[in-house]
T-cell receptor, first 115, second 113 residues
Framework: DAGVIQSPRHEVTEMGQEVTLRCKPI?????LFWYRQTMMRGLELLIY????????DSGMPEDRFSAKMPNASFSTLKIQPSEPRDSAVYFC?????????????FGPGTRLTVL | GNSVTQMEGPVTLSEEAFLTINCTYT??????LFWYVQYPGEGLQLLLK?????DKGSNKGFEATYRKETTSFHLEKGSVQVSDSAVYFC????????????FGTGTRLTIIP
């Protein structure tokens, strides 16, 4: 199993540009999570999906952020327009929702730098 | 709401020292508890977990026991190695929900030879 795949691994862009981060969860998993990690704020849950449906997007910082999961094997996190304060490492994680204590498997992350 | 409080870092130890990283939680009901580890430049990976009171999770020499009476899940290792240098996150999830994880702030551990 290839694990959770994220692309790109690194992204450098200029303020105002659109950024799209991509995630392929582990095959067979039915829950997907997007996180943001910064030194100042630690690890924050942005949004999570179950069976491709967004369940909780209360962590999305503002309307500039949007996430989609068109099918069970692909999700995107889009920032439009990007700002320097969006610079962070963005992680995608997936899990198989069962009763009690399921492990989330994390991807390697996308390091985003907005200049 | 749910919350996880873990030991402030950074923690620096000599090789072969005993490690404890404290973690306490607040939750409604009886959550599942986890320790995740993040090595430099990588994503988080599960280190160990416990799903009910008095369960002990263990992996790679690390252990943690689910203590309902003290709402704690402290991470311990008897003899640390340089390769254990990483950031450690305590987390919980409510059973029966969508398995959303609530993380602590992370504790950076550095082991010196």
């Amino acid at each position: 199993d290839a694990g959770v795949i994220q692309s790109p691994r690194h992204e450098v862009t200029e303020m105002g540009q659109e950024v799209t981060l991509r995630c392929k969860p582990i095959s067979g998993h039915n829950s997907l999570f997007w996180y943001r990690q910064t030194m100042m704020r630690g690890l924050e849950l942005l949004i999570y999906f179950n069976n491709n449906v967004p369940i909780d997007d209360s962590g999305m910082p503002e309307d500039r952020f949007s996430a989609k999961m068109p099918n069970a094997s692909f999700s995107t996190l889009k920032i439009q327009p990007s700002e320097p304060r969006d610079s962070a490492v963005y992680f995608c994680a997936s899990s198989l929702r069962l009763a009690g204590g399921n492990e989330q498997f994390f991807g390697p992350g996308t390091r985003l730098t907005v200049l | 709401g749910n919350s996880v409080t873990q030991m402030e870092g950074p923690v620096t130890l000599s090789e072969e020292a005993f490690l404890t990283i404290n973690c306490t939680y607040t939750a409604t009901g009886y959550p599942s508890l986890f320790w995740y580890v993040q090595y430099p430049g990588e994503g988080l990976q599960l280190l160990l977990k416990a799903t009910k009171a008095d369960d002990k999770g263990s992996n790679k020499g690390f252990e943690a026991t689910y203590r309902k009476e003290t709402t704690s899940f402290h991470l311990e290792k008897g003899s640390v190695q340089v390769s254990d240098s990483a950031v450690y996150f305590c987390a919980l999830s409510e059973k029966g929900g969508y398995e959303k994880l609530t993380f602590g702030t992370g504790t950076r551990l550095t082991i010196i030879p």
